[in-house]
């Protein structure tokens, strides 16, 4: 069975930090996809990125990187030089199977706080 | 481009009563997701219709809720005999099935059901 573990349930840091947000994921499938989401006070959910179980190459976007190590089961996501416009309750999620329209299964959830 | 629509936004309802939540996935996605997110939780996946094949209902948490799809569009959640416990933001999902595509999952924007 699929599950995802999101230990950190809050965290406050002060602007201009760094910040890492924790997931570790459990699969019984070799082929799995991996994906990270950002529900601001506003409550949309917005797509931040994907990952596929054959890509272990970590990823840098602007002030986000992601750190994907099978070895561990983790995909963590990593914020530099905080903002407070990065408040939100972050997910990480995780698709078992073939292709990334599987049935998507969410961790708890991370809430983060940037205080100016 | 459309996004997908729920309606109703909000729903109040009183204990007992039946309730139907609407979802309009993106025009071409065959997959589409219902999840509920109680206050303050993360994402509890509900059901997962992908195409022609046969729902994934393993997340229902109860007979009194099911769902339906009409062929690769509209979707519909039911909630029989509501109770307190079923006050949540129901949010539905829907994504691309295009190997090619990034394949995210596209969320409405829920519809917060309160039963008082």
């Known amino acids: 069975a699929q599950k995802v573990t999101q230990a950190q349930t809050e965290i406050s840091v002060v602007e201009k930090e760094d910040v890492t947000l924790d997931c570790v994921y459990e699969t019984r499938d070799t082929t799995y996809y991996l994906f990270w989401y950002k529900q601001p006070p506003s409550g949309e959910l917005v797509f931040l990125i994907r990952?596929?179980?054959?890509?272990?190459q970590n990823e840098i976007s602007g002030r986000y990187s992601w750190n994907f190590q099978k070895s561990t089961s983790s995909f963590n996501f990593t914020i530099t030089a905080s903002q407070v416009v990065d408040s939100a309750v972050y997910f990480c999620a995780l698709s078992e199977g073939m292709t990334s329209y599987d049935k998507v299964i969410f961790g708890p959830g991370t809430s983060l706080s940037v205080i100016p | 481009g459309a996004g997908v629509s729920q309606s109703p936004s909000n729903k109040v309802t009183e204990k007992g009563k039946d309730v139907e939540l609407r979802c309009d996935p993106i025009?071409?996605?065959?997959?589409l997701y219902w999840y509920r997110q109680r206050l303050g939780q993360g994402l509890e996946f509900l059901i997962y219709f992908q195409g022609n094949s046969a729902p994934d209902k393993s997340g229902l948490p109860s007979d009194r809720f099911s769902a339906e799809r009409t062929g690769e569009s509209v979707s519909t959640l039911t909630i029989q005999r509501t109770q307190q416990e079923d006050s949540a933001v129901y949010l539905c999902?829907?994504?691309?099935?295009?190997?090619?595509?990034?394949?995210?999952?596209?969320f409405g924007n829920g519809t917060r059901l309160t039963v008082t």
């Open positions: 990952r596929n179980s054959f890509d272990e």
């Open positions: 025009s071409g996605h065959t997959a």
């Open positions: 999902a829907s994504s691309s099935t295009d190997r090619g595509a990034n394949s995210p999952l596209h």
